[in-house]
């Protein structure tokens, strides 16, 4: 099928729900089409991926050409004495994709359920949640160079995967276009449950009836009622990723602030609940114009409709500059900007 270039307006395909529109938009839906959109690519300045926008600010005006990814297909390829290989095509829903996975009995992703967004997507800043990082689960990354119009597998060594963080997070926006992720998943079941909020699986598990399907229900619980809905209150999630600290910095931030919520990690860094000292200088509930802070959770930055990227910046701004002045801590946004 070949591609049609159309204008689109990006409003209602990113889920803070900003105002933002694009001149050269393409949907592309098959693999096939990769030749073609990387002549296409060439006669534009830049291009930008998009999969489900729940991970970006949209600039009013998105210049040069958005790719829309929308391929369908979920497979089994192959098995191991010990993992399931499973690979699923970019397009394909997040959430969809881990139910679909449990349905088969290819356990492991359940902790990540509820994560809005595409699977293509979900390598790029490595998501995690519930104690589950993606990249655990990653056996190899499919790509597209869509400047040198080339295919290129990624074992997940080379995805150099991060807290919130990857290769591809880390390259020029348009580069490459993730086109399916394949997963190993162990045949061998180990429930995660160290999250403070699975405590109740932890009592199932240890009386030794808990299934995958069951944490998977938890955590699609606990995120339901903690986390706003973006189709009812536009939002990206968490808007700052957990800052890492050294010991001595943490030290000294515990001294002045002993309820300060921190987490040891094993290079002997501690990671910080952003969400905690965005709380502390008294952000939280805050609003101004259509952007605010929500007032259950401190990390999430929302439009309470038609605000626009410059108004939410200049909000982030503001409270991240704040945080630096009282705690000398510096906040990074997790949310990818598309000017
Ligand atoms: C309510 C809410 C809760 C969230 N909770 C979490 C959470 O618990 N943990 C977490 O880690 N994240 C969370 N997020 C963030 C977000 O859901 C994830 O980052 C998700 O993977 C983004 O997917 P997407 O398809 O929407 O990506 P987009 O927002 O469309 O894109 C994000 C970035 O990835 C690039 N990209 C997209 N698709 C491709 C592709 N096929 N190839 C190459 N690059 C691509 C884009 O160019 C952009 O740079 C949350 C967001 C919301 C709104």
Redesign the pocket.
Known sequence: MSLSVEPKDLSSM??LGLASHADACVVFTDDAQLPDLTRLARTYERT?????????VLAAQVSGLVVC?RTQGVALVGETPDAWLVEAQ?GET?HKFVDTCLANGWAGLEN?AL????V???P??????YGVELDTRIDQVH?WDIQQGESRVFSRDECAFLY?DSF??RQP??R????RVRFRLAKQWVPQLAYPDLSACRESAAAGRITPRQVFDAVCAI?QSK????AVLG????FFKNPVVDASAWQRLKAGLPDLVGYPQPDGTFKLAAGWLIDRAGWKGRRRGAVGVHDRQAL?LVNFGRATSTELLALAQDICADVYARFGVRLEQ???L?A
């Open positions: 990113n889920t930008l991926v998009l999969g489900g926008g729940s991970n970006v990814t970019a997040w990540l994560i809005p967004g595409t293509g997507a979900a790029v800043q490595n998501i995690g949640a790509a919130r591809f997070k926006p348009g490459w276009l993730i086109t995120r986390l706003p809905d973006p939002n990206a999630g968490s999430v997790e949310p990818v598309v």
